[in-house]
């Protein structure tokens, strides 16, 4: 049923390869989302030659071998699309590629892939800057599980964000060992920590579960630090979140300030990048409670949220907050999450008396599935 289901980003990539003169296209986004099940989809349907080649497939991925793929796809004739998948495991990749376009520019469509975001992000930034476009593919929201197969909301707040993990939801054994050593441990042990540099591996894959367990929470870098089982500071909780932020797994949101410094101070929200995530350090049967299953819909609410153009924040002054603010371009919302949790429902009033330009939203069990399938067009729709 997967392989049937195809996501936005196909389209969208179609539509920028089909364009003038295309840029160097870049797909980057979690492990385990259909990244190449969507390339293969997209070469199903493209009129123009092509070429794929999968640096994965051979023992020593270096220049030579992207050289030859490069002329392969020559070979195919102007405007020939040639897709390498698992960039990262060419040395020198960026460079190479780099060298290439420049040698002749315009002459074949390209695109890129690979499973370690850190290092695709970082290559091409520092590498390719003015020859590509990034294109996101982030976590499967509810709207796409649930056409994709059949999903409802508690289903969805329990087990989203892998269809690879679908089949195992029957036994929960097998679905958490998959999430863990499929998902967890193979952005750790091989985009992570084959790439930055952690003084101690043990701590940070503790750091991860800690940070998981506060889904939708604020909670203060110091508290953070008090429950690792080793001395650091807090320079140290805060590259742990930068770093599985790069990876896809975890968003720490800062508070809503119009001064850029009040709100890069702030103590952040703590927000699993899917509900999978949350459910694998908790546990599914953590939902039965109104109080985590209130959570986890602030969790999914903020992590969809995560996935649109712009930027997202939370407010909170004293006892008055706001869930989430999302500023694109001229933009302001205030966004409420009537999730089942008690809390004041003063803190939209207060924020809009700050900020008068703020559109008020609220986002509730009952909505959400519009508010999935097209977020912007929802806020558009019900902003007051």
């Not at 630090?225 to 080793?230: E, F, P, R, S």
């Not at 371009?329 to 949790?341: F, H, P, T």
Request: net charge neutral; proline share 5%; glycine share 6%.
């Amino acid at each position: 049923m997967m392989t049937l289901f195809q996501r936005p980003f196909v389209a969208q990539l179609a539509h920028r390869l089909d364009g003038m003169q295309p840029l160097i296209q870049v797909l980057t986004g979690p492990r385990q989302v259909g990244k190449t099940t969507g390339v293969r989809q997209l070469m199903a349907q493209c009129s123009y030659p092509q070429h794929y080649a999968n640096a994965d497939d051979v023992l020593v991925s270096d220049r030579s071998w992207l050289l030859e793929q490069w002329q392969q796809a020559l070979l195919l004739g102007e405007g020939a699309l040639l897709v390498v998948d698992e960039i990262q495991k060419v040395v020198n990749w960026p460079e190479t590629i780099k060298a290439l376009w420049d040698a002749q520019p315009g002459r074949l469509r390209v695109l890129l892939l690979g499973s370690s975001a850190l290092q695709i992000q970082s290559g091409v930034t520092e590498s390719l800057a003015g020859r590509f476009e990034l294109l996101r593919v982030h976590h499967w929201t509810f709207a796409e599980l649930h056409a994709a197969f059949g999903y409802d909301l508690p289903r969805y707040l329990a087990f989203g964000g892998y269809p690879g993990a679908v089949v195992l939801e029957y036994d929960p054994d097998r679905w958490y060992a998959y999430m863990k050593d499929a998902i967890v441990e193979a952005v750790i042990g091989k985009d992570i920590l084959q790439s930055r540099k952690v003084a101690n591996p043990a701590l940070f894959r503790q750091a991860f579960e800690i940070l998981c367990a506060y889904p939708a929470q604020e909670i203060s870098y110091t508290k953070l630090l008090g429950q690792l089982q080793d001395k650091g500071n807090t320079d140290l909780v805060k590259y742990y979140i930068e770093l599985y932020g790069g990876a896809f797994l975890l968003h720490a949101l800062q508070k809503y300030s119009p001064k850029t410094w009040l709100a890069r101070s702030s103590s952040p929200k703590m927000l699993p990048a899917c509900p999978a995530l949350y459910s694998m350090v908790a546990g599914v049967d953590v939902m039965r409670s109104t109080e985590q299953r209130g959570r986890a819909f602030e969790l999914v609410v903020g992590a969809e949220l995560m996935q649109l153009p712009g930027q997202v924040f939370y407010w909170r002054e004293r006892n008055d907050e706001v869930d989430f603010v999302y500023q694109y371009r001229e933009r302001l919302y205030a966004i409420e999450v009537k999730s089942g949790r008690k809390k004041s429902a003063r803190g939209l009033d207060a924020f809009c008396a700050q900020e008068p330009k703020a559109l008020r939203v609220i986002v509730t069990p009952e909505n959400f599935a519009q508010f999935s399938a097209e977020p912007r067009d929802f806020l558009q729709q019900v902003a007051i």
